[in-house]
């Protein structure tokens, strides 16, 4: 079975922490996405990683894909409120435009 | 503006009425996808497009229809709605650029089916 999994599903942390959310993959893929999504409202890209070893950065945020691990890590650094949201992955299965994503992790920065 | 915009943003409707929801975009993507959001249950894709008149099966197809007869539009039919189709629907696109672009997304669509 095709799965997408991410983890943790919840991270609750303190303003000025680093923390990593980690989206693993059972199938062939080398297109993996990242979106964010607040709550009530559409998502929005943050990241297309392409290859392996692809390292993608924005701000507080940086992806990395290992496409021979099957894994996927979004690293928050010095975490703000604003980075409040819920994070999803997706993979592109085979790379054929079929996407499968993750349970999304809902991250809580608190003041 | 560069957007997807969806329509109805919200609609309730009663079993077996048939519904299309409109997706449309004006970025020239050739890339367009529907998917359908559930609380537990996350965003799982209903269907895709790679270009006009292509079209293929997401992860849950059933009970869905798209036609994708102009580059710019990608709509999504329910003939017959059922309420296991009360959700919240994105449509997205994309260019197919290297394989692999962003996707941008439309508002949503909430659908309560009774």
């Known amino acids: ?111 | 503006e560069a957007q997807v915009t969806q329509n109805p943003r919200y609609l309730i409707t009663v079993t077996g009425k048939k519904l299309t929801v409109t997706c449309s975009q004006n970025m020239n993507h050739e890339y367009m996808s529907w998917y359908r959001q559930d609380p537990g249950l996350g965003l799982r894709q209903i269907y895709y497009s790679m270009n006009v008149e292509v079209t293929d099966k997401g992860d849950v197809p059933e009970g869905y229809k798209v036609s994708r007869k102009e580059k710019r539009n990608f709509p999504l039919i329910l003939e017959s709605p059922s309420p296991n189709q009360t959700s919240l629907y994105f449509c997205a696109s994309s260019l197919l650029e290297a394989g692999g672009d962003e996707q941008f997304f439309g508002p949503g669509t909430r659908l309560t089916v009774l």
Not at chain 1, 3 to 11: G, M, Y
Not at chain 1, 26 to 52: A, C, H, I, M
Not at chain 1, 81 to 106: E, M, P, R
């Open chain 1, 1 to 111: 079975e095709l799965k997408v999994e991410q983890n943790p599903l919840f991270l609750s942390m303190q303003e000025g922490k680093n923390y990593t959310i980690y989206c693993n993959y059972s199938t062939t893929s080398d297109r993996l996405y990242w979106y964010r999504q607040d709550p009530g409202k559409s998502l929005e890209s943050l990241f297309v990683l392409l290859s392996n070893g692809a390292v993608k950065q924005e701000g507080r945020l940086m992806a990395s894909l290992d496409t021979k691990a099957r894994l996927s890590t979004l690293h928050i650094t010095a975490a703000v409120h604003d980075l409040s949201a819920t994070y999803f992955c997706a993979v592109d299965i085979w790379n054929t435009g079929k996407l499968i994503f993750g349970q999304g992790t809902t991250l809580q920065v608190k003041p």
